[in-house]
């Protein structure tokens, strides 16, 4: 092939010459070299079924056929959580985040941004109130993003190398932090108590040592567990000189203190239950939150916003906190690299906590508990089905089907016949807690929909379907 057909006239650096040199600075032979990071089990390992070049209204059709096999959780009963949940959005989340003044994930800038640098400013002072912490940041693309800077910081400030993480961590969450951490950090796991389902204190004991940065540990867990050992892990953590990292899923601190209360030095979590639609490959947003510390505010590498009085009286504006720490204004020398924001879902989670206040989110968790509660106790009524742990849980619960003789698998396809979305598998994740899978109960689910799944769970355990169901 004639090299000078591969030169794209809006496509930089497609110019052969150009690609030989670059990628002799590099140190690589192909472009397709700089891909051999990613692991196979990521990569699709054949050639895309691409449609043939279509007209704009052929792509169209095209785009919407393949649109309409997608079934949705207003079509379906959806059980399904593991990370991004189903949750009310009330109206006003779409209304205020949908307006052309707000609707972009950036930030703009002081001279010419002042409506949304307030609204990110309201945002933060309500999350803020919810962690009962001083200082949030503007969110990050994800949960798993904001643990792991929430862990780079933390080794910054302590000048150690290594975390400890809990065993029973999501296992797309952990791919993220090791990827994100790596190569200046390592990672070592904690065990969870196979009965409990909380943090094994005497194994966190055997690990932490001088060159742990944190412990990092998530409240509730990713199985659901309320970790009642918070205080416990974080003076063990304090008493290494380590720093103590919560992850938090903040739907639940209506009901449950804040991790603040209990010795975080650091908390983040994830935004989506805060006013967030489910999306595939979207709607999702991380927070960082902490005291007002120097050395805790110097070391994030995104923005802050604050408010300060002009020379008007009782006017103000709203601009950024040591806007000289940021990756922004330290580009290649910056700690951390931090590009585009998702500032949208910081308003929209703004516009949710305004809106509910804290009688609303003390209403919104004790719903989702007692709701959550009443679904796993007629589950654990089902002849060869239980619910692992003893301990209390918050949205989400481990429903062991192993006794039924049955797979998740098998048992999640025979509900989705009848219309409803089984949990997460946990199956392949966590081989010791054999066919269990991950369910979650939100404030949406509905009476009806809870016993419709008792019912077809009955029906595909044991081959009887309860008529009526009580407890």
Same mark, same amino acid.
Request: glycine fraction near 10%.
């Given at each position: 092939?004639?090299?000078?057909k591969?030169?794209?006239?809006?496509?930089?650096?497609?110019?052969?010459?150009?690609?030989?040199?670059?990628?002799?600075?590099?140190?690589?032979q192909?472009?397709?070299?700089?891909?051999n990071?990613i692991?196979d089990?990521?990569?699709?390992?054949r050639?895309?079924?691409?449609?043939?070049?279509?007209?704009?209204?052929?792509?169209?059709?095209?785009?919407d056929?393949?649109?309409?096999?997608n079934?949705?959780?207003r079509?379906?009963?959806?059980?399904?959580?593991a990370?991004?949940?189903?949750?009310?959005?009330?109206?006003?989340?779409?209304?205020?985040?949908?307006?052309?003044?707000?609707?972009?994930?950036?930030?703009g800038?002081?001279?010419e941004?002042h409506?949304r640098?307030?609204?990110l400013f309201?945002?933060q002072?309500?999350?803020?109130e919810?962690?009962?912490?001083?200082?949030?940041?503007?969110?990050?693309?994800?949960?798993?993003?904001?643990?792991s800077?929430?862990?780079?910081?933390?080794?910054?400030i302590?000048g150690?190398?290594?975390?400890?993480?809990?065993?029973?961590?999501?296992?797309?969450?952990?791919?993220?932090?090791?990827n994100y951490?790596?190569?200046?950090?390592?990672?070592t796991?904690?065990?969870?108590?196979g009965?409990?389902g909380e943090?094994?204190?005497?194994?966190?004991?055997?690990?932490?040592n #001088? @060159? +742990?940065a944190?412990v990092?540990?998530?409240?509730p867990?990713?199985?659901?567990?309320? $970790? !009642?050992? /918070?205080? &416990?892990?974080?003076d063990?953590a304090h008493?290494?000189?380590?720093l103590c990292?919560?992850?938090?899923d903040?739907?639940?601190?209506?009901?449950?203190?804040?991790?603040?209360?209990?010795?975080a030095?650091i908390?983040?979590?994830?935004?989506?239950?805060?006013?967030?639609?489910?999306n595939?490959g979207?709607?999702?947003?991380g927070?960082?939150?902490?005291?007002?510390?120097?050395?805790?505010?110097?070391?994030y590498?995104?923005?802050?916003f604050?408010?300060?009085?002009?020379?008007?009286?009782g006017?103000?504006?709203? #601009? @950024? +906190?040591a806007?000289e720490r940021?990756s922004?204004?330290?580009?290649?020398?910056?700690? $951390? !690299?931090? /590009?585009? &924001?998702?500032?949208?879902?910081?308003i929209?989670a703004?516009?949710?906590?305004?809106?509910?206040?804290?009688?609303g989110m003390?209403?919104?968790g004790?719903?989702?508990?007692?709701?959550?509660?009443?679904?796993?106790?007629?589950?654990?009524?089902?002849?060869?089905v239980?619910?692992?742990?003893?301990?209390?849980?918050f949205?989400?619960?481990?429903?062991d089907?192993?006794?039924t003789?049955?797979?998740?698998?098998?048992?999640?396809e025979?509900?989705?016949?009848?219309?409803?979305?089984?949990g997460?598998?946990l199956s392949g994740?966590?081989?010791?807690?054999?066919?269990?899978a991950?369910?979650?109960?939100?404030?949406v689910?509905?009476?009806?929909?809870?016993?419709?799944?008792?019912?077809?769970?009955?029906l595909?355990?044991?081959?009887?379907?309860?008529?009526?169901?009580?407890?």
């Amino acid at each position: 092939m004639n090299d000078r057909k591969q030169v794209h006239p809006y496509i930089p650096n497609t110019v052969p010459d150009v690609q030989r040199q670059m990628l002799d600075e590099i140190g690589v032979q192909r472009v397709e070299d700089l891909y051999n990071i990613i692991p196979d089990s990521l990569k699709l390992n054949r050639k895309m079924d691409l449609p043939p070049a279509l007209g704009e209204y052929e792509l169209t059709r095209y785009v919407d056929g393949m649109l309409t096999k997608n079934t949705s959780t207003r079509e379906v009963a959806s059980f399904l959580g593991a990370g991004c949940w189903p949750h009310f959005i009330p109206a006003v989340c779409d209304e205020v985040n949908q307006r052309s003044e707000f609707v972009t994930a950036y930030a703009g800038e002081p001279y010419e941004d002042h409506g949304r640098f307030q609204a990110l400013f309201e945002y933060q002072s309500l999350m803020a109130e919810l962690v009962d912490m001083d200082v949030v940041n503007v969110p990050t693309f994800d949960w798993p993003q904001a643990a792991s800077t929430s862990l780079r910081m933390a080794a910054r400030i302590t000048g150690r190398n290594r975390v400890l993480l809990p065993q029973n961590i999501d296992a797309d969450k952990l791919m993220i932090i090791a990827n994100y951490i790596t190569p200046d950090l390592s990672y070592t796991l904690v065990n969870y108590n196979g009965a409990t389902g909380e943090l094994d204190l005497a194994d966190l004991q055997t690990k932490l040592n #001088g @060159d +742990v940065a944190a412990v990092y540990f998530e409240n509730p867990t990713f199985l659901g567990i309320i $970790e !009642s050992q /918070g205080q &416990q892990i974080a003076d063990l953590a304090h008493e290494a000189g380590a720093l103590c990292v919560v992850g938090v899923d903040p739907s639940s601190l209506g009901v449950l203190k804040p991790p603040s209360q209990y010795g975080a030095d650091i908390v983040c979590g994830e935004l989506q239950p805060l006013g967030m639609h489910m999306n595939y490959g979207g709607g999702q947003a991380g927070f960082i939150a902490t005291r007002d510390e120097e050395k805790f505010v110097m070391e994030y590498p995104s923005r802050l916003f604050g408010i300060a009085p002009t020379i008007v009286e009782g006017e103000y504006g709203f #601009g @950024d +906190v040591a806007y000289e720490r940021t990756s922004f204004a330290l580009r290649e020398k910056g700690k $951390e !690299s931090v /590009g585009t &924001q998702t500032a949208l879902w910081g308003i929209t989670a703004g516009v949710y906590l305004a809106l509910l206040g804290p009688h609303g989110m003390q209403e919104l968790g004790q719903t989702i508990m007692q709701k959550s509660q009443y679904t796993a106790q007629l589950l654990s009524k089902i002849e060869g089905v239980s619910v692992r742990f003893q301990s209390p849980f918050f949205k989400e619960f481990v429903v062991d089907f192993t006794g039924t003789g049955k797979k998740v698998a098998d048992i999640h396809e025979e509900l989705l016949a009848v219309g409803i979305q089984g949990g997460k598998d946990l199956s392949g994740e966590f081989p010791e807690l054999g066919e269990s899978a991950l369910y979650c109960v939100t404030e949406v689910h509905t009476q009806e929909q809870i016993e419709r799944l008792i019912s077809a769970i009955s029906l595909c355990a044991t081959g009887s379907a309860k008529g009526s169901v009580s407890v």
